[in-house]
């Protein structure tokens, strides 16, 4: 399998050239060159599989023969295995239609962990027979920091930088990051700025050639396509529950990023019979105004209780735009330093079109995100968190077909958000079991101000060099 960047002028890599690098040279993201497709009878065949074999499976097709077949179930049985639900990712029913996808029984309690503990074997993996150090830099709207620090912390030839934008995560998600104390881990927290400001930079310094010269930078975030590789698989492990392939299924993501809703239009590219992917967002909603009009636009980013979806670049809507327009990576390279300098762009009508065909969306401010949190407590007795909960009022105000299911994908545990689930349904989620003396932990993170140069010195002064 080979992997272009999606503004066209990177060189195509494989599987292992493409998770190494993390993001394309160019400045664009990595996808498969073409997608891969499963037919009805091979998908009808995962009824029933345990996780681990099941993630093996859909996975092979883009690791290609960078690792054997055997050797990849062995590292999905090492990755979901840390798990504390034996589903790994378990699926609830709310009512006739209404289903929860939960994906939040990692050890950090996130869907990050989905796909970051098996990103931290498999760099592991590349980097065993090779001289090369790996730096990651990394920016967190607060979970996949802690995913990506309990995945590589105390890996022997990795450092990791996490950039968080200083308040404007939750406690439990800063001590989550913070508290995980190791050699090669470094959290800094960078005042006054915002997720978007900590992206950028994060992408500036795989474009910065004195950095590049001197570090092997790759990347933990969704920018890396072995992120969304990972986690197309619980579509497929929910679907084939429900009926598929012989009966279709939708879905509703709370998005901010647009990894994870990608890795549901991979899935539908790969052949599983999808009648709709919800992308749900909070009042950051660049998204939903360019599904719904075309207009990607950044206005600023406003702190919410769903401090996780508070972005809007959203990296992974270029993948979308790649796929959906055409794949013409230098019209989009131009389309997309368009954006970047005036912070506002339309879609063209392919896009659109494309996107339409599977695509629709939904915005929640703060009352309907409580009031659907409040609807699955007094319900279906469940507690949800603020980020599932704007998934879910998208997921019912979704008309679908008869007998379509909803799946609502539950991207974090309520416990991560207690204060916010407190506000909406009068309930404080206990802390689970693992993380129960979380609040009495060591914490430990630098402050660095809100400038790229900061950024930059503080890791050429902790990074370990590697040749390129
Ligand atoms: C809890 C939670 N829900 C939803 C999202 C949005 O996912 P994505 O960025 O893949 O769109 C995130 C972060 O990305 C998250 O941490
Ligand atoms: N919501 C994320 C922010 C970035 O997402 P990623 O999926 O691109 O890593 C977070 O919680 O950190």
């Known amino acids: 399998m080979e992997y272009v960047s999606t503004r066209g002028s990177a060189p195509a890599l494989d599987f292992r050239g493409a998770t190494l690098a993390g993001l394309a040279s160019d400045g664009g993201l990595y996808v498969p060159r073409a997608w891969p497709t ?15 074999q099941l993630a093996a499976r859909v996975m092979q097709p883009f690791v290609g023969n960078c690792i054997a077949p055997e050797r990849l179930l062995e590292l999905t049985t090492q990755a979901y295995g840390t798990f504390a639900h034996k589903a790994v990712t378990p699926l609830k029913q709310f009512d006739e239609t209404q289903w929860l996808l939960e994906l939040f029984h990692g050890p950090t309690l996130a869907f990050k962990d989905v796909a970051l503990q098996l990103l931290g074997l498999l760099f592991e993996e590349f980097l065993k027979d090779s001289e090369q150090h790996l730096t ?30 200083k308040g404007r995560v939750s406690e439990v998600q800063r001590r989550q990051m913070t508290s995980m104390i190791a050699p090669n881990v470094h959290n800094i927290a960078i005042c006054d700025a915002s997720f978007d400001d900590a992206q950028a930079m994060v992408k500036r310094m795989f474009g910065d050639t004195e950095m590049t010269g001197r570090f092997r930078i790759s990347a933990v975030n969704s920018i890396n396509w072995a992120r969304l590789m990972a986690q197309v698989v619980y579509y497929f492990a929910a679907a084939v529950q429900l009926g598929a392939p012989y009966r279709k299924v939708a879905f509703s993501v709370p998005t901010g990023n647009f990894g994870d809703v990608f890795a549901g239009y991979v899935a539908a590219k790969m052949g599983l019979p999808i009648e709709r992917l919800v992308v749900a967002t909070n009042i950051n909603d660049i998204l939903h105004r360019a599904l719904s009009s075309g207009d990607y636009s950044a206005h600023g980013v406003t702190p919410t209780d769903a401090p996780s979806m508070d972005i809007q670049v959203s990296s992974n809507f270029e993948r979308l735009l790649f796929d959906a327009g055409g794949r013409d990576g230098i019209a989009l390279a131009d ?26 969306s939904e915005r929640a401010d703060a009352d ?3 009031a659907a949190m409040r609807w699955a407590w007094e319900n279906c007795g469940e507690v949800i968190d603020p980020h599932t909960g704007i998934g879910l009022h998208a997921a019912l105000a979704t008309k679908l077909p008869a007998g379509v299911p909803m799946v609502t994908l539950a991207t974090a545990h309520p416990a991560k958000f207690g204060p916010a689930v407190e506000k909406a349904i009068g309930q404080t989620p206990a802390l689970p079991p693992r993380i129960g ?15 790229y140069e900061a950024v930059a010195a503080f890791v050429a002064e902790r990074a370990t060099a590697s040749p390129s």
């Open 335 to 360: 389309q997309m330093r368009g954006f970047e300098t005036t912070r506002a762009m339309q879609l063209t009508n392919a896009q659109r079109d494309g996107a339409a065909a599977l695509f629709s």
């Open 38 to 52: 499963f037919a009805k009878d091979k998908i009808a065949a995962m009824a029933g599989l345990p996780y681990a």
């Open 437 to 451: 003396d979380l609040l009495e932990r060591e914490e430990r993170y630098e402050e660095l101000p809100g400038t």
């Open 368 to 370: 309907q995100t409580a």
């Open 136 to 165: 990651i830099v990394g920016a967190t709207s607060g979970d996949t920091g802690s995913a990506a620090i309990d995945a590589v912390a105390g890996r022997a030839k990795i450092d990791i930088f996490m950039l968080h934008p």
